[in-house]
Structure formats: structure tokens, C-alpha cells
């Protein structure tokens, strides 16, 4: 089992660019999460889902959005990407929250936007 | 002011020494706790977990929660360089989004 996998790994935009992060699970679990790790500032949650079809926003929404047509694949977009938005993006999953809250990661993608 | 804070270090020790890492918060509502650690370049895998208040031990690792001074703490005996990551502390109250803390770099020195 590959767990939680993303693509890519790095990539550098211009300002203004889009650009979508690929999320994807095999551990069929029903809540999926886009976070950024920025130095200092810990995870900061971006938009999450609690099942296929819904989407929900999170601590740090602007400038990105998601979608989660399949429960295996949760996207990250941006639209017009602009310098504060270079960071490590990490893609998370749990069965549920609470109690059951364990969250899986990914492996991170790292953007840079000149 | 942040729901959750950690000293982001960075922290160094020698080998054999014994960590003491540690979280406050201000919401009162938190019961779930747990301790994430991550490797350089690799995401956050989960270390630790506390229900409440109390103490959980589980081979060189201890997590410490004391709910009357909002305070947990996560201590490592026998330290070994290959626990050099950071350490992140999150929590949540019941049904909601995890919260994490901003990390401490951890760095044992052979």
C-alpha cells in the first residue's frame, strides 16, 4: 500500500501562474486535509473534507482552491499564484475526528513562487 | 495570541540525555493531545496520543498532560541521534480540527 501519495514533489511557478496538487490515498479513509508548513508558523490548515463531493475551509483559505470528486483524490489549486504562497504543502488523512483523529501524511510538495 | 504554543528551539543534546519538549494552549475545550514527529523533508507521522490528563509511556517516550495548567509535555530518555526531527505537538476538542503547535528542532548530538 502506497498510503498517502503526492504529485509533484517540487515545483517553481512565476507570479501568476495555476497550478494543482495532487493528492491521493489507498487507506480509504473519509476525511482528507491540505495544510502549509511555513518556518515558525507549524501547520496551518488550508481547506479539508469529510467525505467525496464536499469541501470545507480551513485556517488559511484564500488564494486556493480544492475539490474531492473521487474519495481517493483531494486537489489543491492556485489559481494565481503569488510569492506568499511558496511553502511545503503536506496532504493529510483520518478515518474520522476526534477520537479517531490520527492523521496520515504525505511526503510534502514544495512550491516556490518568484 | 496562538491556541497552542511551542518553543520552536532549535534544541540541542547529547547523546543519552534526557528531552523535555513541551506545548501550552489556551483552549480549555482540547482532550484529545498528541505529538508528531518529522523527519527532514518528510511529512508528520504520529508519535504519541493522550486522552485527557495523565501520563503515557511507550518505550523512551513519555507524554505528560496536565489539563489544570493547559501544559503538556513529551520526554524522551536515552536519547539517540537518530530521534534528531521535529517534534510537533496538536490537539483537539472532541469532534474538531487538529491545532498544532510551530514545531521544536531537535538536534542529538553522538
Known amino acids: 500500500n502506497a498510503g498517502v501519495t503526492q504529485t509533484p514533489k517540487f515545483r517553481v511557478l512565476k507570479t501568476g501562474q495555476s497550478m494543482t496538487l495532487l493528492c491521493a490515498q489507498d487507506m480509504n479513509h473519509e476525511y482528507m486535509y491540505w495544510y502549509r508548513q511555513d518556518p515558525g508558523m507549524g501547520l496551518r490548515l488550508i481547506h479539508y473534507?469529510?467525505?467525496?463531493?464536499t469541501t470545507a475551509k480551513g485556517e488559511v483559505p484564500d488564494g486556493y482552491n480544492v475539490s474531492r470528486l473521487k474519495k481517493q483524490n483531494f486537489l489543491l489549486g492556485l489559481e494565481s499564484a503569488a510569492p506568499s504562497q511558496t511553502s511545503v504543502y503536506f496532504c493529510?488523512?483520518?478515518w474520522g475526528q476526534g477520537a479517531s483523529n490520527e492523521q496520515f501524511f504525505g511526503p510534502g510538495t514544495r512550491l516556490t513562487v518568484l | 495570541q496562538k491556541e497552542v504554543e511551542q518553543d520552536p528551539g532549535p534544541l540541542s543534546v547529547p547523546e543519552g540525555a534526557i528531552v523535555s519538549l513541551n506545548c501550552t494552549y489556551s483552549n480549555s475545550a482540547f482532550q484529545y493531545f498528541m505529538w508528531y514527529r518529522q523527519y527532514s523533508r518528510k511529512g508528520p507521522e504520529l508519535l504519541m496520543y493522550t486522552y485527557s490528563s495523565g501520563n503515557k509511556e511507550d518505550g523512551r517516550f513519555t507524554a505528560q498532560v496536565d489539563k489544570s495548567s493547559k501544559y503538556i509535555s513529551l520526554f524522551i530518555r536515552d536519547s539517540q541521534p537518530s530521534d534528531s526531527a521535529t517534534y510537533l505537538c496538536a490537539m483537539s476538542a472532541g469532534a474538531q480540527k487538529l491545532v498544532f503547535g510551530q514545531g521544536t528542532r531537535l538536534t542529538i548530538n553522538p
Open positions: 493529510a488523512t483520518s
Open positions: 473534507s469529510v467525505g467525496e463531493g
